[in-house]
T-cell receptor, first 109, second 116 residues
Framework: KNEVEQSPQNLTAQEGEFITINCSYS?????LHWLQQHPGGGIVSLFM???GKKKHGRLIATINIQEKHSSLHITASHPRDSAVYIC???????????FGTGTSLTVIP | NAGVTQTPKFRILKIGQSMTLQCTQD?????MYWYRQDPGMGLKLIYY???????DKGEVPNGYNVSRSTTEDFPLRLELAAPSQTSVYFC???????????????FGPGTRLLVL
């Protein structure tokens, strides 16, 4: 069964804290996508990765293919990072993306 | 570039009514997608298209129809609206050529639909 699990579901942090959001999946994948959904509803792509690690500003995404696990890290978190972060995977056998239910992050000043 | 645009932003429908959700992209992307997002659930694929004239079902196609007569437009049709179709609908597009892991999806702003 194609499953994507995210944890935690909700996360509250103080400004400046280091944040980790996790994504696990059930079978082999060809790609993993991290997305950010703003409070207004818009969705933007943060990272697309198939192996290793990617960094953009204060955001870092890693993936461990053997363990079927990816993490999204935010360093020096800021209130503007408050959003829902969504993990999506394309399984090796298929053509479409399957999405996690998202992690709702609130960063308090 | 406007990116991916969707209309309307919000709509209330009565049970049994029909409507078309519009989606347009100006990035010359070959792939286009329709998703629905229900509270507490992940996005689910309704239909997708790999190019003009070619469409295929996703995970939850029942109650919907699509067409892709041009590269730019990918409308989603609801024929007989039901309360279960109350959701937020997102259109997305991407350009796929070469390695699949290089494909990035660009999302529209969403259409909030309420069926009463």
């Amino acid at each position: 069964k194609n499953e994507v699990e995210q944890s935690p579901q909700n996360l509250t942090a103080q400004e400046g804290e280091f944040i980790t959001i996790n994504c696990s999946y059930s079978v082999g994948i060809s790609a993993l996508h991290w997305l950010q959904q703003h409070p207004g509803g818009g969705i933007v792509s943060l990272f697309m990765l198939s192996s290793g690690k990617k960094k953009h500003g204060r955001l870092i995404a890693t993936i461990n293919i053997q363990e079927k696990h990816s993490s999204l890290h935010i360093t020096a978190s800021h209130p503007r990072d408050s959003a829902v972060y969504i993990c999506a995977v394309r399984f090796s056998t298929g053509n479409q993306f399957y999405f996690g239910t998202g992690t709702s992050l609130t960063v308090i000043p | 570039n406007a990116g991916v645009t969707q209309t309307p932003k919000f709509r209330i429908l009565k049970i049994g009514q029909s409507m078309t959700l519009q989606c347009t992209q100006d990035m010359n992307h070959n792939y286009m997608y329709w998703y629905r997002q229900d509270p507490g659930m992940g996005l689910k694929l309704i239909y997708y298209s790999v190019g003009a004239g070619i469409t295929d079902k996703g995970e939850v196609p029942n109650g919907y129809n699509v067409s892709r007569s041009t590269t730019e437009d990918f409308p989603l049709r609801l024929e007989l609206a039901a309360p279960s179709q109350t959701s937020v609908y997102f259109c997305a597009s991407s350009y796929r050529s070469g390695p699949r892991f290089k494909e990035t999806q660009y999302f529209g702003p969403g259409t909030r639909l309420l069926v009463l």
